[in-house]
């Protein structure tokens, strides 16, 4: 995980969602002071494997299929992004830093 603080990129690419964003292998915080926050970095950890569980490309189109999916489902953007599948995982453990050392394959499906 190679961490950069760049807020610019996090607010366009989350569409102001979020504090932070992962393409694989970066993790993007809207700041310096979140490299301190654990409950981020945990919810980033759990996107960048599963990214690598779908071989990373793969995980960028399901992820925008689904918002679009979940957006005309909610017709809200905010809606549309907190239920997208990969988003409920690392909501739901990002508060446990031990997750991922027993997390199973694919674990986001059960989200859907």
Not at 4 to 27: D, E, H, Q, R, W
Not at 97 to 109: C, D, G, K
């Given at each position: 995980?190679?961490?950069f ?27 310096k002071h ?28 399901w ?9 005309i ?27 991922l ?12």
């Amino acid at each position: 995980m190679i961490i950069f603080a760049n807020k610019t990129m996090v607010k366009i690419l989350s569409l102001g969602f979020a504090n932070a964003i992962t393409f694989y292998p970066f993790v993007f915080l809207s700041g310096k002071h979140l490299k301190l926050n654990k409950r981020i970095l945990n919810h980033e950890k759990i996107h960048l494997r599963q990214q690598l569980e779908l071989l990373v490309l793969p995980f960028y189109l399901w992820y925008i299929i689904e918002f679009f999916i979940r957006l005309i489902a909610y017709k809200s953007r905010y809606k549309a992004y907190i239920n997208i599948s990969f988003e409920r995982e690392a909501y739901a453990h990002e508060a446990q830093p031990e997750y991922l050392s027993h997390r199973r394959i694919w674990a986001f499906l059960k989200y859907l």
